[in-house]
């Protein structure tokens, strides 16, 4: 990896930990008196949590499962709870209850990236062969 490779991930990774340290403490889960609860935080790779419409309409996919909004942490996390007495249902949902992603992964971006970067590589390549001659 090169020094700025290195420096990219350095940052990314630190990032990464600023954000594990914020979940845990943006919110303090104590005891609820209205009964045992499970939390889980959601993450979008492209912040699709930043659309009001995008964002009402994935709570409404995870209210099937008993999912109700805790906090928007930002554009990209969100963080649900959920009544434990929900888990009785799981096995009648056409979705997983536990998904922890939604919309496009990291992974599905990157392939992306490396598409547009190998298009615009070639189409320059095309412009130099027609210049040439």
Do not use: C
């Not at 709870?81 to 992603?101: E, M, V």
């Not at 298009?119 to 027609?130: D, Q, R, T």
């Amino acid at each position: 990896m090169a020094p700025h490779g290195a420096a990219v991930a350095a940052e990314r990774k630190r990032q990464q930990l600023q954000q594990q340290e914020e979940e845990e403490e943006v919110t303090p889960l104590g005891p609820d008196p209205s009964g045992p609860f499970e939390y889980k935080i959601i993450r979008s790779s492209t912040a699709a949590f930043k659309n009001p419409a995008k964002l009402r309409a994935f709570l409404e996919v995870e209210a099937r499962a008993g999912w109700e909004l805790l906090e928007k942490l930002d554009d990209s996390r969100v963080r649900l709870k959920r009544n434990i007495a929900w888990r009785q249902q799981d096995n009648d949902l056409a979705q997983d209850p536990y998904r922890t992603k939604v919309g496009v992964t990291e992974g599905m971006i990157a392939v992306w990236a490396i598409l547009v970067a190998l298009g615009v590589a070639a189409l320059v390549g095309v412009v130099v062969l027609v210049a040439m001659q």
